[in-house]
Protein backbone atom coordinates (compact mmCIF):
# COMPACT_ATOMS: atom_id res chain seq x y z
CA UNK A 1 0.00 0.00 0.00
CA UNK A 2 0.67 3.43 -0.56
CA UNK A 3 -1.05 6.79 0.39
CA UNK A 4 -0.20 10.37 1.33
CA UNK A 5 -1.01 10.80 5.32
CA UNK A 6 -3.89 13.39 6.15
CA UNK A 7 -3.38 13.60 9.50
CA UNK A 8 -1.76 11.32 12.75
CA UNK A 9 -3.44 11.51 16.41
CA UNK A 10 -2.03 9.93 19.26
CA UNK A 11 -4.53 7.28 20.63
CA UNK A 12 -4.98 5.70 24.33
CA UNK A 13 -3.47 2.65 22.67
CA UNK A 14 -0.73 3.82 20.11
CA UNK A 15 -1.88 6.07 16.68
CA UNK A 16 -3.77 6.65 14.26
CA UNK A 17 -2.77 7.16 10.66
CA UNK A 18 -5.36 8.71 8.33
CA UNK A 19 -5.05 9.30 4.48
CA UNK A 20 -6.11 11.49 2.34
CA UNK A 21 -5.93 8.64 -0.23
CA UNK A 22 -4.46 5.08 -0.03
CA UNK A 23 -4.10 3.06 -3.30
CA UNK A 24 -3.16 -1.31 -2.79
CA UNK A 25 -0.12 -2.48 -5.88
CA UNK A 26 -1.56 -4.42 -8.40
CA UNK A 27 1.39 -6.93 -8.20
CA UNK A 28 2.15 -9.57 -5.20
CA UNK A 29 3.75 -8.33 -2.21
CA UNK A 30 7.53 -7.64 -1.77
CA UNK A 31 9.17 -11.42 -2.01
CA UNK A 32 6.62 -13.32 -3.79
CA UNK A 33 6.53 -15.06 -6.92
CA UNK A 34 3.94 -12.59 -8.18
CA UNK A 35 6.63 -9.37 -8.69
CA UNK A 36 4.93 -5.84 -8.01
CA UNK A 37 3.20 -3.71 -10.45
CA UNK A 38 4.00 0.39 -11.78
CA UNK A 39 0.21 0.25 -11.40
CA UNK A 40 -1.55 1.26 -7.94
CA UNK A 41 -5.66 0.97 -7.20
CA UNK A 42 -7.22 3.42 -5.00
CA UNK A 43 -8.45 2.17 -1.83
CA UNK A 44 -11.98 2.69 -0.32
CA UNK A 45 -13.69 3.19 1.69
CA UNK A 46 -11.18 2.59 4.16
CA UNK A 47 -7.94 5.41 4.76
CA UNK A 48 -7.12 4.52 8.58
CA UNK A 49 -4.43 2.60 9.79
CA UNK A 50 -4.00 2.36 13.68
CA UNK A 51 -1.30 1.03 15.75
CA UNK A 52 -0.48 -0.08 19.21
CA UNK A 53 2.35 0.55 21.37
CA UNK A 54 2.38 -3.04 22.76
CA UNK A 55 2.46 -4.79 19.12
CA UNK A 56 5.15 -3.21 17.34
CA UNK A 57 8.78 -2.41 17.26
CA UNK A 58 9.32 0.96 15.89
CA UNK A 59 12.76 1.89 14.16
CA UNK A 60 14.77 4.48 12.31
CA UNK A 61 15.83 3.27 8.57
CA UNK A 62 17.77 6.12 7.78
CA UNK A 63 16.99 9.41 4.82
CA UNK A 64 13.85 10.26 7.34
CA UNK A 65 11.91 6.98 7.40
CA UNK A 66 10.54 5.36 10.10
CA UNK A 67 9.78 1.66 10.08
CA UNK A 68 7.07 0.50 11.95
CA UNK A 69 6.96 -3.71 12.16
CA UNK A 70 4.32 -6.09 14.16
CA UNK A 71 6.16 -9.74 14.91
CA UNK A 72 2.49 -10.72 15.87
CA UNK A 73 0.36 -9.52 12.61
CA UNK A 74 3.55 -9.24 10.40
CA UNK A 75 2.91 -5.92 9.18
CA UNK A 76 5.84 -3.79 8.15
CA UNK A 77 4.83 0.15 7.39
CA UNK A 78 7.74 2.31 6.53
CA UNK A 79 7.22 6.23 6.65
CA UNK A 80 8.70 8.47 4.30
CA UNK A 81 8.93 12.64 5.22
CA UNK A 82 6.49 14.31 3.11
CA UNK A 83 9.15 15.13 1.04
CA UNK A 84 10.55 11.49 0.42
CA UNK A 85 8.96 9.89 -1.97
CA UNK A 86 6.21 10.86 -4.20
CA UNK A 87 4.69 8.62 -6.68
CA UNK A 88 3.47 9.22 -10.00
CA UNK A 89 0.05 9.87 -10.30
CA UNK A 90 -0.53 8.10 -13.99
CA UNK A 91 0.16 5.00 -12.26
CA UNK A 92 -2.59 5.49 -9.58
CA UNK A 93 -5.98 4.29 -10.58
CA UNK A 94 -9.12 6.00 -9.59
CA UNK A 95 -7.51 8.79 -7.31
CA UNK A 96 -9.84 11.70 -7.34
CA UNK A 97 -9.12 14.03 -9.73
CA UNK A 98 -7.94 17.01 -7.33
CA UNK A 99 -6.00 14.70 -5.38
CA UNK A 100 -4.20 13.80 -8.65
CA UNK A 101 -3.57 17.34 -9.39
CA UNK A 102 -1.83 17.75 -6.55
CA UNK A 103 0.06 14.28 -6.54
CA UNK A 104 1.05 15.32 -10.19
CA UNK A 105 2.35 18.50 -8.89
CA UNK A 106 4.20 16.61 -5.42
CA UNK A 107 5.85 14.02 -7.89
CA UNK A 108 7.23 17.02 -10.68
CA UNK A 109 8.99 18.61 -6.87
CA UNK A 110 10.34 15.24 -6.08
CA UNK A 111 12.03 14.42 -9.76
CA UNK A 112 12.97 17.48 -10.08
CA UNK A 113 14.79 17.24 -6.37
CA UNK A 114 16.49 13.82 -6.92
Given amino acids: YRGRIASVAETEDGVKFS ?34 RDLVAVSDVGAGRV ?12 FFLSDGSAMNPEHIHGLDPILASEQRMRHEQWEASR
Avoid: C, H, Q
Avoid at 25 to 48: A, C, F, I, Q, Y
Avoid at 67 to 78: C, D, F, H, P, R
Fill in 19 to 52: FSWLAKNRGGPMGSVKPMSLEWDVVTPSRDYAIS
Fill in 67 to 78: AINSMLTGELAV
